[in-house]
């Protein structure tokens, strides 16, 4: 999800989510509107939109590598 001064358009919440006074779970510095907010099982997290691109990239390599580790196809594949 996107922060900022707009109201969220998921499900017509009207809800709206600021990342300001937050610290990005990546790189622990201030974050500001706009950045991304994820929610997970026990807490939000923020982070700036390079930090966001950063951890996806860094997420997929992680992937990568377990399925060369496992020799388990993690990722969907296309039929």
Do not use: Y
């Not at 201030?30 to 966001?52: K, N, R, Y």
């Not at 860094?58 to 594949?77: F, I, K, N, P, S």
């Amino acid at each position: 999800m996107i922060t900022g001064p707009d109201p969220s358009q998921i499900e017509k919440s009207g809800l709206i989510l600021t990342a300001n006074d937050q610290r990005c779970f990546l790189c622990g510095e201030a974050t500001a509107d706009p950045s991304v907010m994820w929610s997970g099982f026990s807490a939000d997290i923020f982070l700036h939109p390079e930090c966001a691109v950063e951890m996806a990239l860094r997420l997929g390599r992680d992937v990568h590598e377990l399925e060369h580790r496992t020799g388990c196809r993690l990722a969907w594949v296309q039929p």
